[in-house]
């Protein structure tokens, strides 16, 4: 194997375990959407079940199905629409859908009449990020019709927050607010509207579960909000790659595509097999996060570039950071490892890549 990304299931559950230490009697809806954010949806599934987690959420029926299909027994709940035609999917797998009109309560009632048993639902309620939902004058009527129907519940209402890591807390607010409004006097009923920067920035919208996703892999949703918490979290994904050969160039030899880099003296260079189809874009490092940080990004990469052209990607090999060299191929990369003189074929590297950009071929390597 010369390109693979380790996943450590013990800081999955050190982050688990926190988020559950600050939450208190907050159950947890484990987000394992997008394949776990990069990091394996089956396998984050199976720790964050075996950790307590109330509950699994995924976005699609596809994700649901490869989970039930792995053995996962925990509830999973679809955190997006399901289209008419996989209502009986969703009902025959035993998944909580997600609802925003009584036409879909009485879809699904129909399939859960036919297969005799009760279909569980919760109902999403559009407070203002405007993608799907019940509007908040609908949400009596809604609750109130779909009661009657004899094999179907909706057990819980939710939101989602458009701008919970802002740092202006008034949207925010006012979306909870309207949530309140629209499920007053609604009885026999779980509430749950917190994502990860909700529940970190607002105690009082934790209610009877939050959804955390981002926290549980290690990551805040802003550097601000890691100010905010006495959380410790772990990075569990790294993203490994061997060397799969090495060049000794002599000064003035052009490497790669474009031959785009030219080497300023003699250099030995490593080859590393990883390249943009993997996931290694031509900057490995997340967006920044707000227009000022964009500017400051964009500054600091214009002097570091003016300084030395052929820096600023930066590659851990032996202990040492050495830089990426000429333009990433498709499955292959240039190291410049002219300083260290021990590297050797099938030495192993850690590659700085988003997970959520990292290849789903490639193979996720489970550590404890």
């Not at 919760?122 to 609908?138: D, V």
């Not at 009527?141 to 129907?149: H, Y």
Request: with cysteine; glycine share 6%.
């Amino acid at each position: 194997m010369t390109c693979w990304i380790e996943i450590n299931r013990a800081a999955l559950r050190r982050n688990f375990a926190q988020i559950r230490n600050l939450l208190g009697e907050t159950r947890i809806i484990a987000v394992v959407k997008a394949n776990a954010y990069g990091c394996g949806a089956l396998e984050c599934s199976r720790v964050f079940a075996e950790a307590g987690a109330e509950m699994l959420a995924v976005t699609r029926l596809e994700e649901a199905i490869e989970l039930r299909e792995g053995g996962i027994k925990t509830p999973i709940l679809l955190l997006s629409p399901s289209l008419p035609d996989e209502m009986e999917v969703v009902a025959n797998l035993g998944l909580i859908a997600t609802i925003s009109s009584f036409e879909e309560a009485q879809t699904l009632d129909s399939i859960a009449q036919k297969l005799n048993f009760v279909a569980y639902t919760h109902l999403k309620i559009n407070t203002g990020m405007n993608r799907f939902g019940a509007r908040p004058e609908n949400v009596a009527e809604i609750v109130g019709r779909a009661g009657k129907l004899p094999n179907l519940r909706i057990e819980a209402a939710m939101t989602h927050f458009a701008n919970a890591s802002a740092s202006d807390e008034t949207p925010t607010k006012t979306q909870f607010a309207e949530f309140q409004n629209a499920t007053c006097g609604l009885k026999n009923m779980k509430f749950h509207v917190a994502n990860s920067a909700a529940l970190l920035r607002f105690p009082q919208m934790r209610l009877d579960f939050a959804r955390p996703g981002t926290l549980l892999y290690g990551q805040f949703p802003t550097p601000e909000l890691a100010k905010i918490t006495d959380l410790k979290l772990q990075d569990p994904f790294a993203a490994k790659a061997r060397v799969v050969a090495i060049q000794n160039l002599k000064k003035g030899e052009k490497f790669g595509y474009g031959s785009e880099w030219t080497a300023p003296i003699d250099q030995k260079i490593a080859i590393l097999a990883v390249g943009f189809a993997d996931g290694l874009s031509m900057e490995p490092n997340a967006r920044a996060l707000s227009p000022m940080q964009i500017i400051k990004a964009g500054i600091e990469r214009a002097a570091r570039l003016q300084k030395n052209p052929n820096t600023g990607r930066l590659v851990t090999i032996r202990g040492q950071k050495v830089p990426i060299i000429g333009r990433i191929a498709m499955q292959t990369c240039a190291l410049d490892v002219s300083k260290l003189e021990d590297v050797r074929i099938g030495d192993i590297a850690t590659v700085p890549m988003r997970r959520l950009a990292a290849g789903q071929n490639l193979a996720r390597v489970y550590l404890d």
